[in-house]
């Protein structure tokens, strides 16, 4: 499953406690097959059959190809110095 880094889940928790946000909002990662990519974006609330991921009240909505292809994956997020946030995503790291 994806898990969030600290960074990506204070930038989540920043975007979804904006005013015009609704409560329950979160951040929806989701397959674009004609383009071969994802697709990045405030969702109000998950999708029929998306997966929801919630770290320390960061939500996550992932449509079924999305959850598939970022399984082992972790998203991360930065802020640039205009304000501008960029996630990415790295292969997770476990501890054997």
């Known amino acids: ?3 969030l880094t600290q960074n990506a ?12 946000v609704p409560e329950g909002a979160g951040l929806r990662i989701a397959s ?8 990045l974006a405030l969702a109000e609330q998950p999708v029929q059959g998306d997966q929801v991921v919630d770290e320390d009240g960061a939500r996550i909505f992932l449509d079924p190809e999305a959850a ?3 399984d082992d994956k972790a998203l991360d997020a930065a802020v640039d110095p205009q304000g501008a946030v960029q996630f990415g995503f790295a292969e997770r790291t476990t501890q054997a």
């Open 9 to 20: 889940a204070l930038v989540i928790r920043d975007l979804t406690s904006q005013q015009e």
């Open 32 to 39: 674009d097959p004609t383009a071969g990519s994802l697709t």
């Open 68 to 70: 598939q292809i970022l």
């Open 1 to 3: 499953m994806l898990t």
